[in-house]
């Protein structure tokens, strides 16, 4: 498929509408405080079952996008961040909006948040096919340690606790094994009942894991009514582009710290944003005044947080290992559509790979116009549905969208079940992510796994399999790396503090 | 000096719930093939093992405290769950639209912490109704899905 048509379809009228729709949905469901950008993705995926994969890509990636950026609204407003990857945000947009400049924040987190998906969706249409390349050298065990380096995830995913994180992605990697097996074909653990021999359906696993633990916090916890901080009264984007530009800098640096972290296993909007504000700040000539309303923080963290969009997807289309936790809703979306990531999916279904890619461009672009007139005009009214009509609302959605998966009340009640349990387990500090990442990245790991000893024995050489091949051996450095990395980095900053508070001799 | 918590028993009341359910597994794959069982066995020695350091851990007051369950607002989460089982029981007996209908007027009502009024009823029911209707009226129209109309109202 040429680029002029890949540009065509994903330019097709159906697919804008779908990419400014899910831009709108996406930005008020991340503007609520509460509802998190994996959330927004995961309960509205269903919509997307009977849509040709690339609109309903598109739409995944507006919605993804749009959430991203929605929580701008309520950390400059609210002092809440309304996704985790808005936290950098608050630090100096809550002053401003404080002191009266609330409007000036929301246009240039609008701002910074379209140069910084820009980025990140340019990245992924660069890097994405020369890497698929390489990665179709990729034999069964290279893929088996693939999916211990997405597992790594579950060190930034766990709450801080990594040993909770490692329970969790067993759990998951238990539960992928509901079923058939897929290598023998053994069927197992399905309690000799019906309804389990099909496995555990990762989409209403993942909606359930995703939605209902927030449902049920929303409604045992008292807080009810938000209160605004300072006022949207206008757009203010001459000044907004003005101050972007004289901050150029930090607008390139924020947005490939953005899409460089997202590539990262595990290392999400959150991180992105922490990473990229504390490097503006480092560099910055006056530091002292972040922190206090300095529109440079809120440009470092809301580029950063949306360039990992597009670098997160690197990793989730060409290797099939989700980079965040919405990639692996994403991930679970595109099972259902019979589309199998992995290097293949540039090889043999370019089209719907580089449609996306465009697609995500456009919403990236769209973003523009619908975050400034959300910003301007529907934001009271976004934060303003109460808790008593937002929480049957959403559970209403998570029903009628796992219904709709198979038409099949079994989907809704793997949905319920996972969630409730995914509730109990979270109370205790056992995060639902690394779960969902066991779920999703078992069948990958256990066919590598069980091929590469098949192989291994055959050839007696079971140690060489798995530990001798140069790709199997970068990949294992890697996914040491991902989980040592925060211990070395605690030890580093430990034996500084130390330093630096030893009294001098 | 490394920082000491209370034990956190109900973290490790989990952890120890999620070691039986490896040993369970570990049980089971003795029934399936070498082939099989090579992966749940490994996975099932993983969750054990990580299992152990948690359960050790919460014990000791060395990991991070956990929320556990919720102290207040409890009923309401216990209400909401019942509510939903009950929508999803329903589903394919009173059908999509009255099981909707009525379980998200009953969560509205979960929800709601003011005293209810007639008014308040009023609006959970037209909004239930707008949105079920609206709702259903998108997936079976517009994404085609056959949702459940329900066998106690369908013809004898």
């Known amino acids: 498929m040429s680029i002029l048509a890949t540009f065509q379809a994903a330019l097709s009228p159906w697919n804008l509408l779908l990419a400014l729709a899910g831009v709108v949905a996406g930005t008020a469901i991340g503007a609520m405080p509460g509802l998190t950008a994996t959330m927004a993705v995961a309960v509205l995926v269903p919509f997307t079952f009977t849509m040709d994969p690339a609109s309903a890509l598109i739409l995944l990636g507006a919605i993804y996008t749009g959430a991203i950026y929605g929580g701008a609204y309520s950390a400059v407003l609210l002092n809440t961040p ?71 995830l579950v060190a930034a995913l766990s709450d801080g606790d990594g040993w909770k994180g490692a329970v969790g992605a067993c759990v998951g990697l238990l539960l992928s094994m509901i079923g058939s097996a897929v290598v023998g074909g053994d069927i197992r653990y399905t309690l000799d009942t019906q309804f389990l021999l099909g496995g555990i359906d990762v989409v209403p696993a993942l909606i359930g894991l995703f939605c209902i633990p927030v ?54 909007g959150s991180i992105a944003a922490l990473v990229a504000y504390s490097e503006a700040r480092r560099a910055s000539s006056d530091p002292a005044s972040f922190g206090k309303g300095n529109p440079a923080g809120i440009i470092a963290s809301e580029s950063s947080n949306n360039a990992t969009v597009g670098g997160g997807f690197i990793p989730t289309l060409v290797l099939g290992i989700p980079g965040t936790p919405v990639d692996a809703v994403v991930l679970g979306a595109l099972l259902v559509q019979g589309i199998k990531t992995g ?94 990442l066991g779920l999703i990245l078992g069948p990958l790991a256990e066919q590598g796994f069980v091929q590469a000893w098949m192989i291994g024995s055959a050839t007696d050489n079971l140690l060489g399999m798995y530990f001798g091949r140069p790709i199997s051996l970068a990949i294992i450095f890697m996914a040491a790396l991902t989980l040592l990395y925060p211990t070395f980095s605690r030890l580093y900053y430990e034996r500084k503090t130390r330093r630096g508070a030893a009294p001098p001799p | 000096m490394a920082l000491r918590r209370p034990p956190d028993r109900g973290a490790a009341l989990v952890a120890a719930l999620l070691m039986a359910v490896a040993a369970a597994a570990l049980w089971q794959s003795r029934e399936l093939s070498p082939l099989g069982a090579i992966f749940p066995r490994t996975i099932g020695v993983a969750l054990l093992a990580a299992g152990c350091v948690v359960l050790w851990r919460s014990l000791r007051g060395s990991a991070p405290s956990s929320r556990g369950l919720p102290r207040e607002g409890w009923l309401r989460g216990v209400l909401m769950i019942v509510v939903m089982g009950l929508w999803i029981g329903l589903l394919e007996r009173a059908g999509f639209a009255v099981a909707s209908v009525v379980a998200f007027f009953a969560l509205a009502l979960v929800t709601d912490r003011e005293p209810p009024t007639p008014a308040r009823l009023l609006r959970f029911l037209a909004v239930a109704l707008v949105v079920v209707i609206g709702f259903q009226l998108l997936f079976v129209q517009g994404l085609k899905v056959q949702l459940p109309t329900g066998s106690w109202f369908a013809g004898r």
């Open chain 1, 343 to 436: 290097p293949s999916l540039f090889r043999e279904q370019s089209a719907i790979a580089y449609t996306f890619i465009v697609g995500l461009i456009v919403a990236t672009l769209l973003m523009l116009p619908v975050g400034l007139v959300l910003g301007r005009y529907a934001y009271r009214s976004i934060i303003a549905v109460p808790k008593n009509l937002l929480v049957p609302g959403i559970a209403f959605l998570t029903i009628i969208g796992s219904y709709a998966i198979h038409n099949n009340v079994d989907d809704v009640i793997v949905m319920f079940g996972t969630g409730v349990l995914g509730w109990g387990l979270s109370r205790f500090g056992f995060a639902p992510a690394p779960i969902v």
């Open chain 1, 82 to 152: 309304g996704t985790p990857s808005a936290i950098a945000t608050t630090f100096d947009g809550f002053p401003m909006a404080k002191r009266g400049d609330g409007d000036l924040a929301i246009t240039l987190a609008c701002l910074s948040s379209v140069v910084g998906g820009l980025v990140g969706a340019f990245a992924l249409l660069l890097l994405a096919p020369p890497l698929a390349a390489v990665a179709l050298a990729f034999g069964p065990v290279e893929y088996f340690w693939l999916a211990i380096l997405g597992l790594t």
């Open chain 1, 215 to 268: 449902l049920i916090d929303l409604v045992v916890s008292r807080e009810e009514h938000l209160e605004l901080e300072g006022k949207v009264a206008g757009f203010r984007l001459g000044e907004a582009v003005r101050i972007a530009l004289a901050n150029k800098i930090n607008l390139a640096r924020s947005s490939t710290i953005g899409t460089v972290i997202g590539m990262l296993p595990g290392a999400g």
